[in-house]
């Protein structure tokens, strides 16, 4: 049978790539976020090819080439950053700010002459993106793939009204029009040379849709972020049983507060249970946890930490005895794998989650996680649940499963091969 390896040294061996510039509008400068790190797990697979990935975003206003091992700057340029703490100015006038977006991707279209760079991957677009990055690769003769993702929908699950009556009133038209620009989005993505799909669900849309190459690319994640973690070699003389939760705190999604209502519950109480929390929370959901001055919350064994560097948080689960997700099936929920469930199961230890979306497609309830189905969802069944986690002999072996199906299923090597497929449309070379 074929190990890795070798099936990497054959893809590599046929492989006609050279240079990618990626494009997005992830900024750069934030690592703490999953859009980041699903970006430059985007670059360790493109790098496994042994192509030069450049990156650029609208957000920051430097070009990176990414190589194993290096970050270099190799080059500089300055374009109008759009910097507004209006909400509803963020959402929309980004989206379709034609002018600023065309002089930037004139200057980005201008670094691949000079540099011969023929291919271009947007990832993580807006409205005005898309369509000019389309436009522009049309023009300079570039292949262009571009990735779709969940990222809008989740940003419409989780929008937060403004306070100001005048400004909730306006963004009622302001989603609408949202709305609109989300569909021509996706229907620019259809005349992309290729697309790279997250979910079965995308995959299966643009698949019928569209004669390109499409590709479905999972959640993937750095295999070695926990490599050295071993949870059997937990410390057994703590007291308490530590839940942890990470990620946008808002009360949308998650069921965070039900989870935060239950440590106060007397039975959970007295077996120790305690949960602590990553993450930027949303204005609603800091005064329903009664987020204070000093992180401190309402609610007696709940501890607020705010926002940290993901590589840092990541080396944290590791002295956490369960980590949850207890995401709701909504729209955001159905396309795709969880970049922070990945990240989750990779540490080895055992997760919390709900059944929706792919989930069940990679992990088996009590094997390789704890899965709680939406339609029995409750504050009641939720609780039991967590009484039989705690008392579950089995916990550790659940985590180290889960672990497994991550390695297997979200290493960006293991996508070498659709990656090669994706980014070797050319008029000279096409992959089988």
Request: charged share 25%; proline share 2%.
């Amino acid at each position: 049978m074929e190990t890795q390896s070798e099936a990497i040294y054959m893809i590599l061996q046929n492989s006609s790539l050279a240079k990618v510039m990626v494009i997005s509008t992830i900024d750069l400068e934030s690592k703490s976020s999953a859009m980041y790190s699903r970006l430059l797990n985007y670059c360790r697979a493109m790098n496994a090819l042994g192509v030069d990935v450049h990156i650029s975003s609208m957000k920051f206003s430097k070009i990176f080439l990414k190589q194993p091992n290096k970050d270099l700057i190799t080059e500089q340029f300055k374009h109008k950053e759009i910097r507004s703490q209006s909400q509803i100015y963020r959402m929309l006038f980004k989206e379709v700010d034609l002018i600023v977006t065309s002089k930037y991707l004139k200057q980005i279209m201008k670094y691949c002459e000079e540099h011969e760079i023929d291919r271009v991957f947007v990832c993580t677009e807006n409205f005005a993106l898309t369509l000019l990055a389309l436009f522009y690769s049309k023009i300079y003769r570039k292949i262009a793939v571009i990735e779709k993702n969940e990222l809008a929908i989740a940003n419409r699950v989780n929008y937060q009204f403004p306070d100001a009556i005048l400004a909730r009133i306006l963004s009622v038209p302001i989603l609408m029009v949202d709305s609109v620009l989300m569909i021509f989005r996706d229907f620019a993505a259809l005349f992309y040379d290729g697309v790279i799909a997250i979910s079965t669900r995308l995959d299966g849309v643009y698949s019928r849709l569209s004669n390109k190459t499409i590709v479905r690319i999972p959640i993937l994640c750095n295999p070695n972020q926990n490599s050295l973690y071993d949870p059997s070699c937990k410390e057994q003389s703590k007291s308490s049983f530590d839940i942890c939760y990470a990620g946008m705190i808002t009360e949308k999604k998650d069921m965070l507060i039900d989870l935060c209502e239950l440590m106060d519950d007397e039975e959970l109480k007295s077996m120790n249970c305690r949960l602590h929390i990553y993450g930027n929370a949303s204005k609603v959901s800091a005064k329903l946890l009664g987020i204070g001055v000093k992180k401190e919350t309402r609610f007696e064994n709940v501890f607020y930490y705010g926002v940290i560097p993901n590589a840092e948080l990541v080396e944290k689960y590791h002295s956490y005895d369960l980590l949850v997700m207890l995401r709701k099936k909504s729209m955001q929920a159905q396309f795709g794998f969880s970049t922070k469930l990945a990240e989750y199961l990779m540490s080895g230890v055992p997760v919390l989650t709900t059944d929706v979306s792919d989930v069940e497609m990679f992990l088996d309830n009590r094997k390789s996680a704890y899965i709680l189905k939406c339609v029995d969802y409750n504050k009641e069944n939720l609780k039991t649940l967590l009484k039989f986690i705690l008392k579950d002999q089995n916990r550790i072996g659940v985590g180290l499963a889960g672990k497994e199906v991550a390695l297997t299923n979200f290493d960006p090597l293991n996508y070498l091969s659709q990656f090669e497929k994706v980014f070797s449309l050319s008029t000279g070379h096409q992959c089988d």
